[in-house]
């Protein structure tokens, strides 16, 4: 019995908050309503018989419901809070880009394009998706170990505001000029 009893409170408790808010009220309505009406619904005897389970059920879908409330308010303000500073550490990559990177996210500005087919195995092109600056957008290849990845508008419209973030020095560009000569970018 006592199996039971705790396997239907576990069940209770499990009801979304709609359910709960809908049993919290018409308790609540059933425990405030006053004789006469409660008569004129034909409610009079049931809520005086069972008053004090109608208690314990307003009571309890109460505070799991403000349980809920409080929970969820709480996850807002910190999904908010992390987004602005997932948002601010992008920006902050974004600003130090190295001259690989830069060359990646410059021919979606010189192709004028969303989207390039990059190598999945290389490590540039996986620090900038887990940045979330680009991303991966397809599970098929285009070839070889070629994959598709659009830059993300965030990121275009934020390298847009501020191309200079892209601008390569005469160090950089040498650089860039060897590592294509060594064919390691053929993509």
């Not at 500073?85 to 130090?96: F, G, I, S, V």
């Given at each position: 019995?006592?199996e039971?009893?705790?396997?239907?409170?576990?069940?209770?408790?499990?009801?979304?908050?709609?359910?709960?808010?809908?049993?919290?009220?018409v308790t609540?309505?059933?425990?405030?309503?006053?004789?006469n009406?409660?008569?004129?619904?034909?409610?009079?005897?049931?809520?005086?018989?069972?008053?004090?389970?109608?208690?314990?059920?307003?009571?309890?879908?109460?505070?799991?419901?403000?349980?809920?409330?409080v929970?969820?308010?709480f996850?807002?303000?910190?999904?908010?809070k992390?987004s602005?500073?997932?948002?601010k550490?992008?920006?902050?990559?974004?600003?130090?880009?190295?001259p690989k990177?830069?060359?990646?996210?410059?021919?979606?500005?010189?192709?004028?394009?969303?989207?390039?087919?990059?190598?999945v195995?290389?490590g540039?092109?996986?620090?900038?998706?887990?940045y979330?600056?680009?991303?991966?957008t397809?599970?098929?290849?285009?070839?070889?170990?070629?994959?598709?990845?659009?830059?993300?508008?965030?990121?275009?419209?934020?390298?847009?505001?501020?191309?200079?973030?892209?601008?390569?020095?005469?160090?950089?560009?040498?650089?860039?000029?060897?590592?294509?000569?060594k064919?390691?970018?053929?993509?």
């Amino acid at each position: 019995m006592l199996e039971a009893f705790l396997t239907k409170a576990i069940d209770f408790v499990k009801l979304g908050t709609k359910h709960l808010l809908i049993l919290f009220v018409v308790t609540g309505l059933a425990l405030s309503l006053p004789n006469n009406l409660l008569g004129y619904l034909k409610l009079q005897h049931l809520v005086e018989t069972y008053r004090s389970w109608i208690g314990g059920v307003f009571l309890v879908s109460g505070v799991i419901v403000m349980i809920n409330i409080v929970q969820n308010t709480f996850n807002v303000i910190f999904s908010a809070k992390s987004s602005r500073k997932n948002m601010k550490l992008r920006k902050e990559k974004l600003r130090r880009l190295t001259p690989k990177e830069k060359l990646i996210l410059m021919r979606y500005f010189a192709l004028n394009t969303t989207s390039q087919d990059l190598p999945v195995n290389d490590g540039v092109v996986n620090e900038l998706a887990a940045y979330g600056i680009i991303s991966r957008t397809s599970t098929l290849s285009s070839w070889g170990v070629n994959f598709s990845y659009n830059i993300q508008p965030w990121a275009r419209g934020y390298l847009d505001n501020n191309p200079e973030l892209l601008y390569v020095n005469e160090a950089e560009e040498r650089i860039i000029k060897q590592e294509i000569e060594k064919e390691e970018w053929d993509w």
